[in-house]
C-alpha cells in the first residue's frame, strides 16, 4: 500500500510536470526564421536545411574593381565555389563544397541547438568545417619537410542570430579557425567576431551586410571582411549580389589572409545563388 502510494504521487508529479511542459510549448508561438538561406554572403546563418532537404549554393567572385578596360573585374580572374548541402535531420546540417582558388575541398556541419519563438529571443547554432588545400606539395614548403596534414584547417563557430520586428534580422558569430600550416608572418590560430545584417524592403528582397572583425593581430596585415549587396528571394531560390574586400569564399581563407583594406576601396563584385530541392 505505501509503495502504491508513494508511486501514484510520482506518477501525478510527472504528469504535472508534462501538462506544464506542453502549455509552456503551447505558450510560445513561432516566429519567421531571421534568415532564410544557409549564408548570408559567406558567413554562415542559424538556417538549416529540412530534413531530406538538398539545398545548391553557387557562390562567384569576379577580380578587383580596378578600371574600366576589364569592366571593373569582370574580365579579371575569378573564384568560384560549388556547394551542396543535405538536412539529415530538421536540426542537423551536412555539407561539401569545392572552390577554385587554392583548390579547397570542404566538409561542414551545423547543428541548431535553440529556435527563436515568442518566448526565446534568439536562434543559437553551432558550425563548424574542415577544409583541405588540394594543391601541388610545392605550397607547403621544402619537399623533405612535407606532411599531408599541413593542407588541412579548420573553423568552429557559434552562431546567434534574432529577428526583430518584421524586416530586420542580425547575427553575431565569434568564430575560431586553425591551420595547421601557414607562411612565415602568419598565425596558425586565428579568431574573428563576424556581424551580419538584413533589411527587408520589400517582400523576399532584402538589403545585406556582413563584417568580419579580426581578433588575433599577425605579422602580416590581415583587414577585416565586409559585404554588402541585396538580396532577392523566392520560396525556392535565392540571388545575392553585393560587393566585397575579399575574394576568398570559405571563411577559414578569408579570415586569416585578407590583404585588402575595405577602407582603401579594395573591392570586388560577386554574386550568390542559392537554389532548394
Not at 621544402?142 to 542580425?170: C, H, T, V, W
Not at 575560431?176 to 608572418?185: D, H, S
Not at 598565425?187 to 581578433?215: C, K, M, T, W
Not at 576568398?248 to 585578407?258: E, G
Amino acid at each position: 500500500m505505501k509503495r502504491y502510494t508513494h508511486f501514484t504521487t510520482l506518477t501525478c508529479i510527472l504528469a504535472f510536470l508534462s501538462s506544464a511542459l506542453l502549455v509552456a510549448q503551447d505558450e510560445a508561438e513561432p516566429v519567421m526564421p531571421a534568415f532564410e538561406t544557409l549564408t548570408l554572403v559567406d558567413n554562415q546563418t542559424t538556417a538549416n536545411p529540412y530534413k531530406g532537404q538538398i539545398v545548391l549554393e553557387i557562390q562567384h567572385r569576379f577580380s578587383e574593381i580596378a578600371e574600366i578596360s576589364d569592366l571593373f573585374g569582370i574580365y579579371g580572374s575569378a573564384n568560384t565555389r560549388l556547394g551542396v548541402s543535405y538536412g539529415i535531420t530538421d536540426k542537423i546540417m551536412l555539407g561539401f563544397g569545392t572552390t577554385r582558388k587554392n583548390k579547397l575541398q570542404d566538409l561542414e556541419w551545423k547543428y541548431s541547438i535553440l529556435t527563436q519563438t515568442s518566448k526565446m529571443p534568439v536562434s543559437l547554432s553551432y558550425h563548424g568545417n574542415t577544409v583541405l588545400d588540394a594543391r601541388d606539395s610545392k605550397y607547403f614548403g621544402p619537399e623533405e619537410d612535407y606532411q599531408f596534414a599541413y593542407r588541412m584547417s579548420f573553423l568552429n563557430q557559434l552562431i546567434i542570430s534574432s529577428r526583430i520586428g518584421e524586416k530586420i534580422s542580425l547575427q553575431v558569430a565569434p568564430t575560431f579557425v586553425w591551420f595547421n600550416a601557414v607562411p612565415e608572418g602568419n598565425n596558425n590560430a586565428n579568431a574573428s567576431l563576424n556581424f551580419g545584417g538584413r533589411f527587408q524592403v520589400l517582400g523576399f528582397h532584402s538589403i545585406i551586410l556582413e563584417y568580419d572583425q579580426p581578433l588575433i593581430d599577425a605579422e602580416q596585415d590581415v583587414y577585416p571582411n565586409l559585404a554588402l549587396g541585396l538580396e532577392i528571394g523566392t520560396s525556392t531560390h535565392s540571388f545575392r549580389v553585393f560587393a566585397s574586400n575579399y575574394d576568398y569564399i570559405v571563411r577559414n581563407k578569408s579570415i586569416t589572409f585578407n590583404s585588402n583594406n575595405p577602407w582603401d576601396g579594395d573591392f570586388q563584385f560577386g554574386f550568390n545563388i542559392t537554389i532548394r530541392f
